[in-house]
């Protein structure tokens, strides 16, 4: 829910519904921008294409599989899709999102408001408990703000860095920014509460990332949340196993009948397709493009698609003098824009989008989804042009190109592995030698977060629907203290892109109620960056989910979630 202030009082308004026609009448707040997200109603489209049957009376095992594992056990640990979305199940945020609108709704917390311009109020749900028993109350809501924003965890996003959270009592909690903050809520979906009880009887209040030289603690391989699903077993990179909450407070609401769920990573694509088909399994994803009419064509088994939010793109080292993986010595030539320009016209972005997604992802001009809060038609990609490109390197300095390492994960996203391969190729006709390298994400990623690659690919899709979200996380610079550690801001902007332009815009979008002037805002941000070539932005990938005819009901959703909860099996 949301509430505004008025005259001294405080208004307040239900989280869905009736409320959402109020939100109309004072502006941008609560995700209504959502609505108008292009990719929810092809959404409704795929999902109105599921096949919906009565729920069965005996419960059933659901198997399923993807290309890569979870990290850990600790949702804090990783920002990193699959992780948090399989985890959601067993930590759950204050809020979560319908699968179909995407709009905002309760979860732990049952309202909220805004009592005062830099203060939410959050009202918390009462009588849950967790997996061991434990009551639920406000105590773990500020320990589990503590916790995100402390030692280890890569979640830090998820809170302004300067909040101070509050307990009213023990189903009450403030969250008093330094600033107004319009979207303080947004990404909380995956911003799971933990037992602070918990937590300090099994030694786990910081989190440990292995990749790191961690010692791993409880929270590495055990959970203890309030949701739906309770973690009974984990293997790491063979399968991780997770039993039905008969206890959940939302049991009633979101109706299932799977009492098992066992996950499995599988990384070859292959042997993926082959489980899916053989019934070894009754999911699987992402679905190889090459493999859609195979699996659509096999009796009992087919692949709904539908647009994701995720923007796959690549990024460049902007920060060191000399690039630590290339032939040039004594300078970076990514720091001249015209290079960067240059591998971007380099890059046929139609020949990646027929040839290798086979029609099954949208190009982008922008670093976010048509639809967000923020994107804007009026940017347009610049044209495929490998002349163009060469007379770009050569006004540089580079007239016959240069050598350079591409890091590109090959278990991550649709066609990852494809894509760079193309690539090569193609940036070779523009006189760069390219070097590929590929790696699974849960080291390269780790890599990455040291800073130690010249030109990555990654790819990113905000929670909150917003601008704001890419913007801070990837285009913020990175501010370092006296000491020369990092601080908050520009989290995951792996190549230290900066623009004191774009810094500014960003702390002016994070605090502007009103939409019209956020709009603009949004707007100056994202000509900047384009302007500046900061990212090479691809393509909006697809969801391309396979499924057998032993799943009875499946929701697609946009943030490519596969919610246990909303699935009936036969």
């Known amino acids: 829910m ?48 599921a096949v919906v049957l009565a729920a069965p009376a005996q419960a059933k095992t659901l198997k399923w599989a993807s290309q890569g594992d979870l990290n850990s056990a600790d949702q804090y640990m990783r920002n990193q899709t699959l992780s948090l979305s399989i985890m959601s199940h067993v930590y759950e945020g204050l809020i979560r999102r319908d699968p179909k609108t995407l709009a905002i709704e309760p979860a732990l917390a049952e309202r ?42 890569d979640l830090k996003g998820r809170l302004p860095a300067n909040v101070v959270v509050k307990k009213v009592d023990d189903y009450t909690v403030d969250f008093i920014t330094e600033k107004p903050n319009p979207i ?39 959970a203890n949340g309030t949701g739906p699903f309770k973690l009974v077993s984990r293997e790491a990179d063979v399968k991780t196993v997770f039993a039905v909450n008969n206890d959940w407070w939302g049991k009633d609401k979101y109706k299932h009948n799977v009492t098992e769920v066992i996950f499995r990573p599988i990384t070859s694509a292959p042997t993926r397709v082959a489980a899916l088909l053989s019934g070894e399994i009754d999911f699987m994803e ?50 001249d824009v015209r290079v960067r320009q240059a591998f971007l016209q380099a890059i046929d972005i139609e020949a990646i989008k027929t040839k290798v997604m086979r029609n099954l ?47 590109c994960p090959n278990d991550r996203y649709v066609n990852d592995e494809a894509i760079c391969q193309a690539v090569v190729g193609m940036l070779q006709r523009a006189g760069v030698k390219i070097n590929l390298v590929t790696k699974t994400n849960t080291v ?71 939409k019209k002037k956020r709009d603009q805002l949004l707007h100056d941000a994202w000509k900047t960056t384009i302007d500046d070539v900061a990212y090479i932005p691809l393509h909006q990938q697809m969801i391309a989910w396979g499924s057998r005819d032993s799943i009875a009901k499946l929701e697609p959703h946009a943030g490519n979630e596969l919610l246990w909860y909303h699935v009936m099996m036969k």
Request: proline fraction near 6%; aromatic fraction near 12%.
């Open 361 to 407: 992802a949208l190009p982008s001009a922008m670093m976010v989804a048509k639809g967000f809060e923020g994107w804007d038609v009026a940017f347009k990609r610049l044209p495929h042009n490998p002349e163009a490109a060469k007379k770009l390197l050569a006004d540089a300095g580079y007239p016959n190109g240069f050598e350079v390492q591409l890091d």
């Open 286 to 335: 992402p679905v190889p493009v090459q493999d859609i009419d195979r699996i659509n064509k096999n009796k009992g088994t087919k692949v709904v698609t539908a647009p994701e939010t995720r923007i796959v793109f690549f990024g460049f080292d902007h920060e060191h003098k000399e690039l630590l993986h290339s032939s040039v010595k004594g300078k970076n030539p990514f720091k």
């Open 444 to 514: 390269l990623f780790g890599e990455y977060q040291k800073f130690e690659t010249s030109f990555y690919m990654l790819g990113w899709a905000p929670g909150s629907y917003d601008s704001w979200n890419p913007l801070e996380f990837l285009h913020r610079s990175v501010p370092v203290d006296k000491d020369g550690k990092s601080k908050p801001g520009g989290t995951f902007n792996y190549g230290r892109y900066g623009n004191p332009k774009v810094d500014a815009l960003i702390d002016q979008i994070g605090q502007e109620t009103d």
């Open 184 to 222: 303080l809520h947004y990404e909380w979906t995956t911003w799971g509460i933990y037992s602070k009880g918990w937590a300090i009887d099994n030694k786990a209040t910081e989190v440990a990332d292995p990749s790191k030289g961690d010692a791993p603690n409880a929270a590495t391989t055990q």
């Open 112 to 153: 909220w408001e805004i009592a005062e311009p830099t203060r939410w109020r959050f009202y918390l749900r009462k009588g849950v408990k967790f997996h061991d028993g434990r009551p639920f109350t406000a105590d773990d809501v500020v320990f589990s703000a503590q916790r995100a924003l402390g030692k280890g965890s």
């Open 2 to 49: 949301y509430a505004r202030s008025l005259g001294g009082k405080t208004r307040v308004l239900g989280a869905g519904g009736a409320a959402n026609k109020r939100l109309r009448g004072v502006g941008f707040m609560l995700g209504q921008s959502v609505a108008r997200i292009g990719v929810v109603a092809s959404l409704a489209m795929a999902t109105a294409m």
